[in-house]
């Protein structure tokens, strides 16, 4: 229905939605908070809800002539309420079940006369609802976070058996109504799974010769609904629907749409039955040609028909998109709110085509169709799999505007859709993007993913900042340093709260990426902090500060960070702070170990007389991490500790340990470092065995 | 108890060991290729000289090694990479007979998921060491080869390279495709389609040839149609409306379900919406109430003076029904009867003998 003024407003973007800005203080960032916000609000109004229902009497002022029904207190109705049938009715009317069987019960136990037709509409309620009462139509947020899986799960028996609705029945099943109350019933059991005694009444009715007894439309459709109970074998399942169709034309029935989307939704759990597609063709073809179109219901399952997981791909989704073209959409059936979430999942997983995605998020913005989403569940899968998408397909730029534009108002990613950016952000090395990346993990509150954590630091590590513009350089580095140190932070606190809440634990590699981006941004404290915590000081008589030993890390650093610790060590300890620019492109092993050799050339030329001005601090270090190299198995520990040997100079008890941990020393001039180099991988087994 | 652990980490030490070396492998296998495709990208740079000679001096100043067009340097690289890879190979056999020295702290049996993660096929690795043994003729095709090998395997691997900003978006999204549908994790691969291979196949959704059960012509309906729509409709309907509304997202959207909700006035605004039963009331009748005062209030006097202004008053208020209004004239009526003894005393109301009081007028 058109709104003239509704219509003006477009969807704001860069605003949260409208049910979370009553205090622009309390608004919601993450996607735990957005729900906790909403049903706090909705369970408010339930509370008032049900104030007024216990405590009606507090109630009775008419505060307003014509009074307004939806504020006045509805009857609370008990075992001893006044029943009438009119009462009765007026509950049927208002979806009320625990009332209306409370009511129909007091007119049983009184027995006071009933007319058949408002036992047939009692029935029906009691068929389509199972006895249960609906979500209520007040409580939108409710119906919105419900995680309904109703629907796209199979099909299971849900059906009471002996309730009301079949005492009802069996009232009815002998007057003049009896037609109409088998329809309620068959219908009422195949919509909750109870296939054999739906059938069976399906039967008798068939079987009668009495024209009243004859099915209609809706029954045939909720039997072949039920085929997959009913019958083993695709082939048998076929069978069974056409002749059940056939039987339809005989009695004159005209199908409808029910009848369509239920052929359809057997077809589509068919598995690997080669003829389905073929069926499911031939069967919009036949109604098309009756005048009845598909609606989204009819097309998602249509869909599930051609895009299977295992099977040939098909373009399906290309073609409804041509026939649907944009259109407004109406909803005709309860499951129309699968198509979209499924068509997006196709464009993903099947046929991987992102301009595909956009076609269909083009049709889901257009006119009023958004609000065939369904629900938030369906909304957040339906998002997941077009961010995934397009952050797999499309250019880094053109996926951040349209993330900055989705993201926080509409959705907020979830930690493997923020994982998949990331990854995308490494390959494109847009390390850019990493602060902002970074400050949306916090906000959406997803510090506590190891994953997200450990990808971070391992980007940072991988791709050093390298920008040409000095002050960007700096800045750049400044908030390299800031991540990880909010990594750092995190880690450690979840560590201080105990054992238990503990769900990130430190691994070495993460360490060692830490390591690695604190020295790229010259923060040897920080590295050498990070060293300790790996256990690398362990044993060390030289450590001053007493402290409690931290939980063991499992896993090791990679040997390149262990040496970039060594190298940044020895400058720092000479002369300058800060790292030489040089050493920053080592990027592999045999980068690394030129880049080592030339360095400890220039180290012994350049600073090999001032040895002695190295801070004692420095040399601790420096051996620790050769130690700490050794345990860990690397046989490069050897070149490391060569090279310390050759650029400080270590008094005894150092050089003691140095030697326990690598083995025998040379001590030639650093010339001869790389012919010796195989040799002092093999100096350095002895202490491994 | 102690020794199995023992073993067990220095097993994992020497898987530790391997896996680093082959990253590293990969890795400079991927720089490489990453860079080809720049210098394929770059070409017109190659051709002028005296842009190289800026890169080259790009690279002595060791600014960023991803400027580094230089794609006999990569070659190079490779080549002794895989050098270096093929006599390196035994040795680290050869190691794993032996049990490591390994970091105290690892005592903790739990596999470390990143080591884990990155563990390379063995395939791949033999595969490598083949191209490396041809090595020596066409080097960029042997690149190519590795690259292939490397692209069906892991993705997570490519992650590793820092390929530089690739301008041209088809060449992107053909490069992006082909990892996505080769570098799925394990659990994913299996959903892939089987037969992926082959441009989707189109269907014409109403072009089929119909089932031929119904005949259009054939459409008298049944008995059963009935007028009214049966609960069982209405409740359907139900369902399709709550599964299409939602949480309002704007306030017109919110007045909206509050006026649906009745809760509101409904357009056009009528100030006598929900009193459907005054509107069969003229006007008149809430207006000239005199005639209610026949004949019971005497003609004149002090009495006739003040019901005549509660018929004013009565007649001036929209909020109370007709009913209401009479109730309350004859409510005064019953009272003056009631008070017609004081009343005549004071002379408020005219004797029906004699002439009215003097005081009674003031």
Redesign the interface.
Known sequence: MP?A??ST?Q?DYTAP???YVDDPFLIPTSNAAKRAF?LSRESGRKAALWIRKEHAEWFDQKLA??P????TARPHITEVSEASEDILRNL??E?SVTDAITIYEILEKKEQEISDETK??FL??L???NCNDP?S??L??E??FRQTTHGKQKLRKTWKDGSLAEKVFETLSSGPLA??AH??LI?GMARYGQAERAHQLFRNMTSSSD?KM?P???CYNAVMYLTPFLKEGYEARWQFM?SL??E??G?????DLGTLNSILEVLSNMGSYRKA??LA??????F????IEPCLASYYY?LLT?C?????????L???LD?LNCQALV????K??FFFVTAMEVCR????D?DLAHRVHDLLTAHNNY??I?DSHKESVYYRNYFILMC????LETFMEFYNKLVPTVYIPEPVVMEEIL?AI?????IEYLPQMWSDIIIFDQTGR??LL?TLL?IMA??PV?I?DVEKNLQMKESYLKIAWGIWNVVEDEEKEGFRSRNI?W????LGDLMTVCLQCGEFDKAWKVLKR??AD?GMSVVAEEYEPPP?????P??KSLSLFMDACLKEGSVTRGIH??LE?V????HLLEAQRDGSLKESGLYGGCGKTVKPNSAMSCVACVR?S?????PEAGDLAQKLAESLSLNSSQMSQLTSAVGVLRTESPSQVDSSRIDLGKDS?P??? | MCSVLLKKTSMYSVRCLRSTKFITLEQCILTAFGRRLCTSNHNKDEGDPSKTGENLKHKKEGDDKSQIHDRDDAKMKLHNLLKEMIKEEPLTEKKSGLSLAKPKKTAKEKPVKDESGVLIDRKVIDATKDVAKSLGGDVKETESELLEKLLSTKSQVLGGMAVEQIESTKQWRDIRREQAQFGRSVSEVKRQPRFSKGSPTSVNLFGGSPLGIFTAEKQSSPVHDPVAPSIWEKLQEREVRLSTSHPPRNYFQQMILWTEQGKLWKFPIDNEQGLEEEQEVFFTEHVFLERYLEPWCPSKGPVRHFMELVCVGLSKNPYITVQDKKDHIYWYRDYFAAKKDILKEVGALPDETGASSPTASA
């Open positions: 709104h003024l509704e407003i969807r939605d409208y049910k909403a002539e014509p307004i029904k939806a504020f049927i009317d979806v047939l509409s029906e309620l068929s389509f609802q979500v139509e007040d939108p947020e119906r919105w037609g109409e329809r309620a219908k024209p004859a209609d439309t809706g056409e169709l056939r339809m034309a009695r004159g029935l005209k199908p597609e073929d063709i031939q069967t919009l073809a036949e098309h040609k009756l005048g249509i051609f299977k997981e295992r099977g040939p791909r098909s373009n399906v290309v073609n409804i026939k909803a005709k059936d309860p129309d709110v997983h099947h046929l991987q992102v609000d065939l369904g797999a397909m499309e250019p990854k490494d390959l494109n090395g847009a190891e994953n450990t391992d991988r791709n390298a040409e634990i691994t070495g590699s993460m790996l256990g362990e063991l890390i499992s896993g090791i990679s040997i620019p040089s492109n990027c592999h092993l045999v700490y050794a345990e860990a198995g690397f087994k202490s491994e065995s």
